[in-house]
């Protein structure tokens, strides 16, 4: 929590490339939509918008929002809502990597199979508990965190690109 300004700061993933045992809780239950009814009813509508958003701070800015958004929304389509779970549930599992969550209440597949839109939220309120404001995107964060003072670490930042004389 940054004392300054009393907001949380975005927590850096672990540094361990296969990521710690699965200890760390949730810091909400899956079916805590009490907590924040304005994603729970916008996961209800279009969970394309929520997804989007998970997915490029998991994916620390590799892939946009609109891009994963557009990709589950398709495969919604095209399957009849019936297999986009398949795409979500690999960012689940991800980001309970990231950051040691247990798999809880059930196997990660499960949970998304039976309860979509709460495993959507659940994770929704998990990053954004750990201070990222999710609808600015993972690059934004960042450039928040460097504006606050806190700098990002190095689990935190996206790398460098440097190929044989290109930079970027």
């Known amino acids: 929590m940054d004392a300054a300004e009393g907001k949380p700061t975005p927590a850096a993933a672990p ?3 296969h990521g710690p ?3 760390n809780p949730w810091s909400t239950g899956l079916f805590d939509c009490t907590e924040d009814p304005a ?3 916008l996961t209800c509508l279009c969970p394309c918008i929520t997804f989007g958003q998970l997915a490029e701070i998991v994916d620390r800015g590799s892939t946009s929002s609109g891009a994963s958004g557009a990709l589950y ?3 919604g ?3 009849g809502w019936e297999f986009q779970w ?3 549930c690999f960012y689940r ?5 990231q950051y040691g969550l247990q798999e809880t209440p059930l196997p990660d597949c499960c949970v998304h199979c039976l309860c979509e839109p709460c495993a959507i939220c659940q994770e929704y309120r998990e990053l954004r508990n750990r201070g990222f404001v999710m609808d600015i995107g993972w690059h934004a964060n960042m450039e928040l965190q460097q504006q606050q003072g806190r700098g990002g670490s190095a689990a935190t930042v996206p790398p460098s690109m440097h190929v044989d004389g290109m930079t970027r």
């Open 21 to 23: 045992p699965a200890v």
């Open 15 to 17: 540094s361990h490339p």
């Open 93 to 97: 599992t991800k980001m309970r990597a």
């Open 39 to 41: 994603s729970c009813w």
């Open 73 to 75: 929304m398709g495969i």
């Open 77 to 79: 389509i095209l399957t």
């Open 86 to 88: 398949i795409y979500s």
